[in-house]
């Protein structure tokens, strides 16, 4: 049974091109559906997290992580009562726009592209599924409802201030309300993201090598999960010691979650999935003591992990390859592949070819980007 502030696949506000419902599906299944099925989501199994992808298969991959994010953010929608299938597609989805190379390769497209509005990985996103997956008959995108575009567009809180031009132009056709904050099953798949990422990012730094298990277990919140593992199992091998504490880890943030979310959802007592919309603050969060730990652990993992030497050197590898692809393929159209040229030739102005070759190197994957730097320049 959902709760009465869970979005209701049957008041669905529907979607931009009106499509005949399925018979067995509810729109927010048919929308996860799609997503799944979408060029964009298999791609996402060769796209960095934080390790590059040839760098090892234990690693987690943006494909990896959705999953997880998926499996947490089913789990504390159906604790709360909200809509799983809507969760889920957003969960999903969530990771779509991301370059190569992770946020490094976002941080180096973003420069590329600042002299021609700039690059979001959430607004590109939505182009994504509103634009660029050209499969359907009727329609470019995934015609995806109105409750998944939100939750895309607005999952981290309201979007007022310098609209990514990919969201704006969007939003000019399709109004996603992007002043107020997005419905419940969005905030739970952002929260979700955190969750799990601060979960498996502790998890591939200990098998990288980074820091060591008893440095994990000097720090907030992991002191008490080791604590308790060494209580109950003494003298338990290294790495079912670890993953035992890291999965208590897991659960302390998802615990810490639904209680909150239970309490602010009690306070504010919402009668509809519009009365969370207007609520004026996010209903999903961690507790302000855990927010606190929380932090320390991720000030940890920003120094040992993601500015570890190897790390960094790797980043500068691969932000050489988008700096150098980039100007490549605005002066080379024709090396783009065929089915991008009818876009090129339509192309008005630099503006417009420099957005498509965003496009272009924003979808590709990890290994994909190496490929093609090596074939086309020469070694990456």
């Known amino acids: 049974m959902l709760a009465v502030y869970a979005c209701d696949p049957g008041n669905s506000r529907g979607r931009l091109i009106a499509e005949e419902e399925s018979t067995f599906r ?23 997290q934080v390790f590059v992808e040839h760098e090892g298969d234990y690693y987690r991959t943006r494909l ?24 889920e597609a957003l969960a999903l989805a969530h990771d779509l726009g991301h370059t190569p190379f992770g946020h490094t390769g976002e941080d180096a497209l973003s420069a590329l592209m600042a002299p021609y509005g700039g690059f979001d990985h959430n607004a590109q996103a939505i182009r994504i599924v509103t634009s660029l997956e050209r499969h359907y008959a009727e329609f470019d995108g995934l015609n995806l409802t109105w409750e998944t575009l939100e939750g895309l567009a607005k ?21 996603l309300e992007l002043h107020s904050h997005a419905s419940a099953e969005a905030q739970v798949a952002a929260i979700a993201d955190d969750v799990a990422y601060n979960h498996h990012d502790l998890h591939d730094g200990l ?33 079912r010691r670890r993953h035992e504490a890291l999965r208590r880890f897991f659960g ?9 979310a239970r309490r602010n959802l009690t306070e504010i007592a919402p009668q ?20 606190v730990d929380l932090n320390v652990i991720r000030r940890f993992l920003f120094k040992r992990m993601y500015r570890a030497p190897g790390v960094v050197e790797m980043r500068a590898e691969v932000t050489g390859v988008v700096n150098d692809l980039f100007p490549y393929f ?50 990456a």
């Not at 298990?213 to 308790?228: H, K, M, Q, Y």
């Not at 302390?252 to 909150?260: H, N, P, Q, R, Y």
């Not at 509809?272 to 927010?291: H, Q, Y």
């Open 272 to 291: 509809s999935a519009e009365d969370v919309r207007a609520a004026g603050r996010g209903v999903i969060r961690f507790s302000d003591a855990l927010w």
């Open 207 to 239: 098998r990288a090598e980074l820091f060591s298990t008893d440095e994990l277990a000097e720090l907030p919140i992991l002191s008490g999960c080791f604590a308790e593992v060494d209580r109950l199992y003494p003298n338990l091998n290294y790495y």
């Open 155 to 175: 999952h981290n809180g309201p979007v007022t201030d310098d609209l990514p031009w990919a969201l704006a132009g969007y939003n000019a056709r399709h109004d």
């Open 64 to 87: 990896t992580h959705s999953i997880e994010v998926a499996q947490v953010a089913r789990t504390i929608a159906g604790v709360l009562g909200l809509n799983a299938e809507l969760t």
């Open 330 to 379: 605005m002066a080379h159209t024709e090396s783009l592949p065929k089915q991008w040229r009818k876009d090129v030739e339509e192309a008005d102005g630099e503006v417009a070819l420099a957005r498509i070759v965003s496009d272009y190197i924003a979808g590709m994957t990890d290994r994909f980007a190496l490929q093609e730097h090596a074939r086309l320049i020469g070694g």
């Open 26 to 48: 509810s729109c927010f299944q048919r929308d996860r559906d799609r997503i799944i099925h979408a060029s964009a989501f298999r791609r996402l199994k060769h796209k960095t």
């Open 252 to 260: 302390v943030l998802v615990e810490d979650v639904i209680a909150v």
